[in-house]
């Protein structure tokens, strides 16, 4: 696994935006025909963000204590970061000019129960409430049916990564894995710019690097995202294929947490696949409570 430390991560975030970036995309002229990198010397990240190389170098290698709003401004034009990219810089940034290191901690896992019962109100569309090491905290009962597979998992609290590297039917739960894949690890890396001390996500982390060979290599390039909306397809064991549009909900009465909520297009094969799901649960839901 690499460098947890936020020295480390911000040393191997900026290498790897610097690596990625060519003369032509970054619209400078490539002189001399033998380059021993194939992305931006740090000399040429520097000229672009208007600050010294000898300034840049200290910055790559992690000493940003002091850098400015302008500079980190000037490194997210040169590196032609996205809105994602820059807030993750900002936040290990303002980690590392924290005076005291932040103590170790682990994420509010406690949902309250007025958060529970607006989850339980989404009564047709599968709802679930997380944080950002993607635990499920909460579900509904239609959550819970959906993500079936993922709670098959004994360990609690329920986490999607941990299903998409180490379950082989992930791969057949989700349509899109690769993609699935990709955003998990981008979520994770997100969080761990925003908390390196949440003792849990390192414990998270940490595991499925010694594990799977799949997340040490996407952990490594160092993609981050924001997951507010989108769409995600499935292929559900009990009523197969659904495609569902998501919107992921802050709460900003519990930091860190949000309500991920699933809706199908009115009218398509995907509600009425939900439908079924839901009278699915159901049914089992009554039975267990017969046999109880």
């Known amino acids: 696994m690499d460098d947890l430390s936020i020295e480390g991560q911000i040393r191997e975030f900026l290498a790897s935006r610097r690596a990625r970036l060519t003369p032509d995309r970054a619209g ?3 002189y001399g025909r033998h380059r021993r990198v194939s992305g931006l010397r740090r000399e040429e990240v520097a000229l672009l963000a208007g600050i010294s190389a000898e300034y840049y170098t200290r910055l790559e290698r992690g000493h940003t204590r002091g850098a400015s709003g302008d500079v980190l401004d000037g490194l997210a034009r040169a590196l032609q970061l996205d809105e994602a990219e820059r807030a993750h810089l900002s936040d290990l940034v303002r980690v590392a000019n924290l005076e005291r290191p932040p ?3 682990t994420a509010q896992e ?3 129960p007025a958060v529970q019962r607006i989850v339980d109100a989404m009564a047709a569309m599968p709802a679930m409430v997380r944080n950002r090491r993607l ?5 509904n009962r239609l959550g819970q049916a959906l993500y079936s597979s993922v709670f098959d998992d004994p360990i609690r609290p ?3 990564a941990r299903f998409v590297f180490l379950d082989p039917r992930s791969r057949e739960f989700y349509v899109d894995w690769e993609a699935a894949a990709h955003d998990m690890v981008a979520l994770l890396r997100a969080e761990a710019g925003r908390n390196p001390s949440d003792r849990s996500l390192s414990d998270l982390i940490g595991g499925l690097s010694t594990r799977s060979e799949e997340f040490q290599s996407r952990w490594a390039a160092h993609e981050v995202l924001f997951h507010r909306a989108g769409t995600r397809r499935f292929h559900h064991p009990l009523v197969g294929d659904l495609t569902l549009t998501y919107e992921d909900l802050d709460l900003p009465a519990d930091p860190g947490q949000t309500i991920l909520v699933f809706t ?4 398509s094969a995907s509600e009425e696949a939900l439908r079924e799901l839901a009278r699915a649960s159901s049914s ?3 039975v267990a409570e017969t046999q109880g």
């Open 284 to 286: 089992l839901v009554a």
């Open 28 to 30: 400078i002229p490539a």
């Open 103 to 105: 103590q170790r901690t």
């Open 110 to 112: 406690l949902v309250r």
């Open 135 to 139: 635990d499920i905290l909460y579900a």
């Open 264 to 267: 199908a297009e009115p009218g």
């Open 158 to 160: 329920a986490n999607p």
